[in-house]
């Protein structure tokens, strides 16, 4: 129909440049002379619902004439940030940066997102209930499933394997010293500097240096179409929620008028320079039989919903008069909050805990940044097992660190003829853990912190040990074999070794020659004695 509509306004509009509205869609018409390279294409807002407002560019010639069409349409264009600052994302949510790539995206889906400079891709609720592909670089079967339209909540299916799931869980429960598996705080910080929190009942342990955490952030990070950098991100936090252990409705975002912030943090989103968490991915690890859920007490229950293995709207009352009785047999009189959230739990949109899948929920307004209150949600306890999560948090830009949470990246060299074992230490040696098999003339790197040390083993011995020195100020240090100095350092005192001290006799200044120098100096001296040339 809306297609008709097209073909009509345009036999019947050939010249004309207006605005149609149509089925609630508005739909901007620019008409010229038909050639071979004009293309039709539909734009939408960031983070927008498919079904909402969208612009229809018909007989587009040119890049500079997208840029510029898009720019100019009424009520749109002054919310992109500038004629130049704004960018394209396609279908896929990956960018649309030429002429080129545009013609490539095959005809029935050109349908772009104008995303305003300064802010990153939000993906935009479509078809509730209906799954649809996302291509991800190490993993396949990866899908999207909207949930909820405010907030944006998307389920993700089949994000990671169960050999990932268990590796996580094994590494939180091996963690020994500051890294231990212990009650969850709360803060900025992921080290030091978090708060005991008690209407957060959970364990928890951060993970930013294995390689399977490593793997699944930069695979999230793929999934929500963001460029991956480590300041963009906190340290992966395991979380283990015992029988009744839960954590009340709250925001992952920092208030800007309550949280401390240091110097140089801004945490108010809509600003220019303001940087808070734009998105949570939360990976399901292991679920209970029962329960579990994450609540969104805030969140508009689409129309046509429904209850499945993965949601509960809450419209079920035996259910919920179920949940609130095994609430009552568990729980005291003292735990009020706990009691009010299982029943918000089983009275309003929830998500399930989903096997090897993930939950994806937005944090600031795709177009302003405004930080969105109603993305409150909750861990609901349950009755009969144990749960099992991972909470990744992303930033809308890089996170401020303090000197003690500054992370540095790492890369270990092997110049042995035979395979080493590299190890970590965050305990100052009490435990050592196993990282990765270098093998023979190869190299690894890792994220990792001033606090950590490591080491290379070989047939059972250390070969050597490494730390960062506390006056490092690069983001990347690189360590070999041969020495327990970064090699930077190695090459800076190889070039202080490879000069030597001359004094001058007569004028009493001391000047520095090369080994090379001084060693030529010498043999044609030995040559002159020899020779007799060098007697008075």
């Known amino acids: 129909m809306l297609g008709a509509c097209h073909c009509w306004l345009y036999s019947t509009l050939n010249t004309l440049k207006g605005l149609h509205i149509a089925?609630?869609?508005?739909?901007?018409?620019?008409?010229?002379?038909?050639?071979?390279?004009?293309?039709?294409?539909?734009?939408?807002?960031?983070?927008?619902?498919?079904?909402s407002e969208a612009w229809t560019l018909v007989d587009v010639e040119s890049w500079a004439d997208l840029r510029s069409s898009v720019f100019s349409i009424p009520g749109f264009g002054n919310t992109l940030g500038g004629t130049d600052s704004y960018w394209f994302a396609g279908p896929d949510g990956k960018e649309v940066d030429s002429w080129e790539t545009l013609l490539a995206i095959p005809v029935p889906q050109r349908n772009l997102t104008a995303v305003p400079g300064g802010r990153l891709f939000q993906w935009g609720p479509r078809q509730i209930q209906v799954p649809f592909k996302v291509s991800v670089d190490d993993h396949d079967g990866v899908?999207?499933?909207?949930?909820?339209?405010?907030?944006?909540?998307?389920?993700?299916?089949?994000?990671?394997?169960?050999?990932?799931?268990?590796?996580?869980?094994?590494?939180?429960?091996?963690?020994?010293?500051?890294?231990?598996?212990?009650?969850?705080?709360t803060g900025f910080y992921?080290?030091?500097?978090?708060?005991?929190?008690?209407?957060?009942?959970?364990?928890?342990?951060?993970?930013?240096?294995?390689?399977?955490?490593?793997?699944?952030?930069?695979?999230?990070?793929?999934?929500?179409?963001?460029n991956f950098t480590e300041g963009r991100r906190d340290g992966l936090q395991i979380l283990r929620y015992?029988?009744?252990?839960?954590?009340?409705?709250?925001?992952?975002?920092?208030?800007?008028?309550?949280?401390?912030?240091?110097?140089?943090?801004?945490?108010?989103?809509?600003?220019?320079?303001?940087?808070?968490?734009?998105?949570?991915?939360?990976?399901?690890?292991?679920?209970?039989?029962?329960?579990?859920?994450?609540?969104?007490?805030?969140a508009k229950i689409a129309e046509g919903l429904q209850d499945s293995a993965f949601l509960s709207t809450g419209l079920d009352r035996e259910t919920r008069e179920e949940a609130l009785a095994a609430a009552k047999g568990f729980y005291n009189k003292s735990h009020e909050w706990q009691m009010e959230l299982q029943s918000d739990c089983y009275s309003k949109l929830a998500v399930k805990p989903i096997k090897l899948g993930a939950i994806l929920f937005y944090h600031q307004h795709a177009t302003t940044g405004r930080l969105l209150r109603s993305a409150?949600?909750?861990?609901?306890?349950?009755?009969?097992?144990?749960?099992?999560?991972?909470?990744?948090?992303?930033?809308?830009?890089?996170?401020?660190?303090?000197?003690?949470?500054?992370?540095?990246?790492?890369?270990?060299?092997?110049?042995?003829?035979?395979?080493?074992?590299?190890?970590?230490?965050?305990?100052?040696?009490?435990?050592?853990?196993?990282?990765?098999t270098i093998p023979s003339k190869d190299k690894t790197s890792s994220s990792t912190f001033k606090s950590h040390e490591w080491r290379l083993v070989a047939d059972g011995k250390t070969v050597v040990q490494w730390a960062i020195p506390e006056d490092w100020e690069d983001t990347h240090v690189e360590f070999n074999s041969d020495s327990t100095s970064p090699v930077e350092n190695q090459e800076e005192q190889e070039e202080q070794e490879d000069v030597y001290p001359i004094d001058d006799e007569f004028t009493g200044k001391v000047t520095y020659e090369s080994r090379a120098e001084v060693v030529e100096e010498l043999i044609e001296e030995s040559k002159d004695e020899q020779s007799g040339e060098g007697e008075l």
């Open 23 to 51: 089925y609630g869609i508005v739909l901007v018409i620019l008409t010229r002379e038909v050639n071979a390279q004009t293309v039709n294409v539909t734009v939408r807002s960031n983070g927008a619902a498919w079904h």
């Open 143 to 185: 899908e999207l499933e909207t949930v909820s339209e405010d907030p944006p909540v998307f389920l993700i299916h089949n994000l990671l394997s169960q050999e990932e799931a268990s590796a996580l869980i094994e590494s939180a429960l091996n963690r020994t010293g500051a890294d231990a598996l212990a009650t969850s705080s």
């Open 190 to 226: 992921t080290g030091a500097k978090r708060f005991a929190n008690p209407e957060r009942t959970s364990s928890s342990a951060f993970d930013s240096d294995t390689p399977t955490a490593q793997k699944l952030v930069q695979r999230a990070f793929d999934v929500a179409r963001v």
């Open 242 to 298: 015992h029988e009744g252990e839960a954590y009340i409705a709250h925001t992952d975002w920092f208030d800007p008028e309550s949280t401390p912030a240091e110097p140089g943090q801004n945490f108010e989103s809509e600003q220019s320079d303001g940087i808070n968490r734009f998105a949570t991915v939360f990976f399901y690890l292991q679920s209970p039989p029962t329960g579990g859920f994450t609540v969104f007490p805030e």
């Open 376 to 436: 409150l949600h909750g861990a609901c306890p349950s009755f009969t097992g144990v749960k099992w999560g991972a909470n990744l948090w992303i930033w809308n830009g890089e996170r401020h660190l303090s000197d003690d949470d500054k992370q540095v990246t790492a890369t270990f060299s092997n110049n042995l003829d035979k395979p080493a074992d590299l190890q970590y230490t965050m305990d100052e040696e009490e435990t050592w853990v196993h990282f990765a």
